[in-house]
């Protein structure tokens, strides 16, 4: 079932794509609003609060990579969905580098674009419960899940929302060896499986933020041809 009156900013060129995903999305229940570019936007999603994002990568203007790079600086919360037709992989890191939490190939299957909208539209409206909200904290890295804080050293580190969902999941887990599969499903939704340049790309990213030395983690953990690992608190 979809979250009730959830918003949907859809952004791209082409009028029969906008088309296409207003009419689809319209009859699922979700409220649709449309930009032609990145530019136009920006000021839909300051006025307005905004579920998911779908975003195309090849637009006139500003583009969609230095769009979701802005998007995701004014507003970390936000579910950012790349839509695109370039299918290479180092386009997808960039596009997670960027900010994105998601990236669906054109032509996409409609249905499973539907269902990753309706998993990313339904984790930001799910609130922490239960001992869930307790404070994480391993060595100089705390995690707070109810305020969606994390901190080093007391200094704020700042997170985009699923590189603070895969940390949140392997810190709760710290010490097990978490395998791809079963991260990606945990994070993304049961949808996903195979997307390894995923996690890939962030943990990279939150090991750029959190670790000390990159190269050389302590705390977010390699486990070859298995997965990845949280280290385990002493």
């Known amino acids: 079932m979809n979250t009730p009156q959830a918003k949907v900013l859809i952004v791209d060129d082409e009028p029969s794509i906008r088309r296409a995903l207003h009419t689809t999305f319209g009859t699922l229940g979700y409220d649709i609003a449309e930009a032609v ?10 006025a307005s609060n905004f579920d998911a994002v779908l975003l195309d990568i090849n ?4 583009g969609g990579i230095q769009a979701c790079r802005e998007i995701r ?11 695109t037709v370039r299918d290479d992989e180092d386009d997808k890191v960039e596009a997670l580098e960027a900010g994105a939490d ?25 609130p922490p419960t239960g001992n869930g909200d307790a404070v994480i904290t391993i060595g100089d890295i705390a995690l707070d899940p ?29 010490g097990l060896p978490m395998m791809h599969a ?20 962030f943990v990279r990213q ?13 705390y977010l953990l390699t486990d070859s041809h298995i997965g990845y690992r949280f280290r385990e608190a002493p």
Do not use: C, N
Request: charged share 30%.
């Open 206 to 218: 939150l090991r750029k933020k959190l670790e000390d030395d990159a190269s050389h983690p302590k």
């Open 37 to 46: 570019t990145g530019e136009q936007a920006l000021p839909l999603l300051r």
């Open 146 to 174: 109810a305020r969606r804080l994390v901190q080093k050293s007391g200094q704020t580190v700042h997170l985009t929302p699923k590189e603070f969902d895969l940390l949140h999941y392997l810190m709760k887990h710290a």
């Open 102 to 126: 998601d990236y669906v190939t054109k032509p996409f299957p409609i249905r499973e674009l539907v269902a990753r909208v309706r998993s990313a539209v339904r984790r930001s409206h799910t």
């Open 182 to 201: 079963r991260l990606l499903s945990a994070v993304w939704g049961p949808e996903y499986g195979g997307e390894l340049e995923y996690l890939r790309t």
């Open 73 to 83: 600086r004014q507003f970390p919360r936000v579910a950012v969905l790349m839509l």
């Open 59 to 62: 637009m006139p203007g500003m």
